[in-house]
Structures are given as C-alpha cells and as structure tokens.
C-alpha cells in the first residue's frame, strides 16, 4: 500500500503559477513517489524534509511514517526555492 499525497494550500497556490506541462510533470512525480517513497525523495539537508526533483522544479515535502503521508510544503523553482523556504 502506497502513501497517501496531502498538498498545503499554499503549495497547491504555487503549482498554480506554473505552465500546465509544469505543473503536470510535477504531479506526476509526487504521485510515483507515494509507491516508492525512498526512490524519488532526497533527505534535506538541515532540515527534517525531503526533495523531489522534477527537472528544473523542487518539491519539498515532509513524511509522516504514522499516517503513511506525504505532506507537500512547497513547489518552486530550484533557483530560489530553498532561499524562500529554508
């Protein structure tokens, strides 16, 4: 059984920012993640987090092992993303 994919409001605001071709291509990342979670995510780090990388995108996300989640903080570009978020 795979993780569950949970998107904070204000990740969700961001992906909309993007082109569709993007946006698209990230879903599609975060959602091979749930099935191999330990495949797709770095460790941060400094940081309890994890990165997906999807081209020139980085997904920064939180595991939480008791509920099986993946709790998506944030989706940027990864020339500023870790200076705006960490």
């Not at 993640?33 to 990165?51: M, Q, R, S, T, V």
């Not at 500023?80 to 960490?86: Q, T």
């Given at each position: 059984?795979?993780?569950?994919?949970?998107?904070?409001?204000?990740?969700?605001?961001?992906?909309?920012?993007?082109?569709?071709?993007?946006?698209?291509?990230?879903?599609?990342?975060?959602?091979a993640?749930?099935?191999?979670?330990?495949?797709?995510?770095?460790?941060?780090?400094?940081?309890?987090?994890?990165?997906?990388r999807?081209?020139?995108?980085?997904?920064?996300?939180?595991?939480?092992?008791?509920?099986?989640?993946?709790?998506?903080?944030?989706?940027?570009?990864?020339k500023?993303?870790?200076?705006?978020?960490?």
């Open positions: 059984m795979g993780y569950e994919i949970r998107w904070r409001p204000k990740a969700l605001d961001e992906l909309r920012k993007f082109p569709k071709h993007i946006s698209q291509r990230i879903i599609n990342k975060i959602d993640a749930k099935e191999n979670p330990e495949h797709f995510l770095e460790k941060l780090i400094d940081d309890p987090g994890y990165k997906v999807a081209g020139d995108y980085r997904v920064i996300v939180d595991i939480l092992e008791e509920e099986r989640v993946i709790a998506v903080r944030i989706v940027g570009h990864r500023n993303i870790y200076k705006r978020y960490l």
